[in-house]
């Protein structure tokens, strides 16, 4: 991450962000049992992978592309109209996991996943 | 970090909406200000809103983990490896003559005034280029809504018939 001067590229400083991030979200989606827990980590698995688009989109010295006079470098438009598509898609995902963990804690008095196990199996 | 280790839901969610709000000042940065104000008021708003329900409904204490995550660890920093070889190959940052800044994007940029009449280039390509793919997400969500008045409404008339069952 951190080149030969000691001083952090911002391409190397985004990119081992987005990598933490997505690790630290795979992680707690996996390991952990609690199944909100799961959601929010999904969350910030989802959130990098915005990061990781929008980052390439930018140009040194670029403006939002809002077409205006005396403008001439503009960021690219294409990652941002893909992200706000999964931004939306993210929250619908995130919406339905947590009407079926209301359900799960309905029939199940629990939202932890192993409890959930022990009592669909309780050999 | 302290989202994974946090066991206390409550704070989890409203660290969650706090992160949310720092990623949308980081696409601020990079330039994405529609995304941002998306990111903004969806993920740190409505998620939110959505985790606070759900926690009313249900518990806001996480149980101890039970065993040790070795498995989920090691295959966490395996992907997290595997990423970082895979990143150290992206083109530099902020560099317009990636091939990604010379395809697409340069016709939307100089054209979208004279074809759609909308200055702002992430409206037009989402609602004029691409309205297609915009009709396809607005029926994700559609669906999405269905599923969550599925699952709820089962749920809101299931005790009253309990209670009928109860009374008679």
New interface residues.
């Given amino acids: 991450m951190i080149d030969l001067t000691g001083t952090i ?3 190397r400083a ?3 962000g ?3 991030l ?3 979200g ?3 989606l ?5 199944l ?2 799961k ?3 999904l ?2 698995f989802q ?1 990098s992978v ?3 688009y ?15 006079d005396g403008i001439v ?9 893909l ?3 999964a ?3 993210g ?6 996991g ?6 799960i ?2 029939e199940y008095g ?3 996943e ?2 959930i196990l022990d009592r669909d199996d309780p050999a | ?1 302290a ?2 280790r946090l066991r206390n ?1 409550f704070a ?2 409203a660290l ?1 909406g706090i ?2 709000f720092m ?1 949308a000042l ?2 601020l940065a ?6 941002s104000m ?2 903004a008021s ?2 740190a708003g ?2 939110t809103v ?2 606070l ?3 009313y ?3 806001i204490h ?2 101890p ?2 065993r040790l ?1 070795l498995f ?2 090691a ?3 395996v ?2 490896v595997a ?2 070889y895979g ?2 190959h ?7 003559s ?1 091939p ?2 010379r395809h ?2 340069p016709r ?2 100089n054209d ?2 004279r074809e759609t009449g909308v ?4 409206t037009a ?2 609602a004029s280029y ?1 309205g297609f ?2 009709l396809g ?1 607005a029926t ?2 559609f ?3 269905i ?2 008045m599925v ?2 409404r ?2 809101r008339r ?1 005790p009253r018939d309990d209670k009928q069952g109860t009374g008679s």
């Fill in positions: 590229e911002p391409v985004i990119h081992g987005v990598v933490v997505m690790v630290v795979l992680y707690v996996v390991a952990r049992g609690n909100i827990k959601l929010i980590g969350g910030v959130t915005y990061l990781l929008i980052a390439p989109g930018k140009i040194a010295g670029g403006s939002p592309p809002i077409i205006a470098t503009y960021s690219n438009p294409l990652p941002h109209v992200i706000l598509t931004i939306v898609v929250v619908a995902t995130l919406a339905l947590l009407a079926l963990v209301v359900r804690h309905e629990t939202i932890e192993d409890e | 970090m989202i994974a839901l989890l969610v969650g992160y949310s990623m980081a696409l990079l330039d994405a200000v529609d995304v998306t990111e969806v993920g409505i998620s959505l985790l329900g759900t926690l409904l249900t518990h996480e149980a983990p039970t995550a989920p660890l295959m966490s920093i992907t997290g990423l970082l990143v150290a992206l083109p530099p940052f902020g560099d317009p990636t990604m800044h697409v994007a939307y940029l979208v005034v200055p702002n280039a992430v390509v989402l691409r793919d915009t997400e994700v969500i669906t999405a809504g599923g969550v699952l709820l089962r749920r299931a």
